[in-house]
């Protein structure tokens, strides 16, 4: 099974702040990643999809990039809603598997 | 409008069985592979199975291969998963969920998810 290495597990940042995650495959994908964000107590919602392409209706300060093995979600300037788990997904082999979860609180 | 709604969790013994049953509404049902992802409380997301269109395909993750069948009912706009020989570590929320690997943008769609706990 690919093993999904998601960093970090948490950070703590302020409004504006920018902010990168990384998800690291065990073996190379191609662009068969999603990026899902998590409100506690809510079902995640997909925010990037084949890597680098936004959801439609979700705002143009979250991106994508990466292929192969390496994955970056970047937000450029934290917003108050922003806090929350931040989750990949490959879809590339079955089983798909998710990362760790990196969970992004107020500083 | 689309809906997944998850029905079927409970409290079960080690070793016990279990059906989660997750209602679809609002799209072509048979156009789309179906998903079980399941989180234990306050852990991360684990995907745990999932079935193609028209039933014929299935994968499961290794931890619940063997013990859970994921089938469908297109003509119910049903999706199931059958769990048997639970163990405490199968206790989680189990969402159903629709698009969760999209190269094209399709949304992805989840259900409010059903907790199962499993007592040992």
């Known amino acids: 099974d690919i093993q999904m290495t998601q960093s970090p597990s948490s950070l703590s940042a302020s409004v504006g702040d920018r902010v990168t995650i990384t998800c690291r495959a065990s073996q190379g994908i191609g662009s068969d990643l999603g990026w899902f964000q998590q409100k506690p107590g809510k079902a995640p919602k997909r925010l990037i999809y084949?890597?680098?392409s936004l959801q439609s209706g979700v705002p143009s300060r979250f991106g994508g990039s990466g292929s192969g093995t390496e994955f970056t979600l970047t937000i450029s300037s934290l917003q108050p809603e922003d806090f929350a788990t931040y989750f990949c997904l490959q879809h590339n082999t079955y089983p798909s598997t998710f990362g760790q979860g990196t969970k992004v609180e107020i500083k | 409008e689309v809906q997944l709604v998850e029905s079927g969790g409970g409290l079960v013994q080690s070793g016990g069985s279990l059906r989660l049953s997750c209602a679809a509404s609002?799209?072509?049902?048979?156009?789309?592979?179906m998903y079980w992802v399941r989180q234990a409380p306050g852990k991360g997301l684990v995907w745990v199975s999932g079935i193609h269109d028209d039933g014929r395909r299935t994968n499961y993750a290794d931890s619940v291969k063997g013990r859970f069948t994921i089938s469908r009912d297109n003509a119910k706009n049903m999706v199931y998963l059958q769990m048997s020989s639970l163990r405490a570590e199968d206790t989680a929320v189990y969402y159903c969920?629709?698009?969760?690997?999209?190269?094209?943008?399709?949304?992805?769609?989840w259900g409010q998810g059903t907790l199962v706990t499993v007592s040992s």
């Open positions: 609002g799209f072509t049902f048979n156009h789309y592979w």
């Open positions: 084949a890597a680098s």
């Open positions: 969920a629709r698009s969760l690997g999209s190269s094209s943008g399709d949304e992805d769609y």
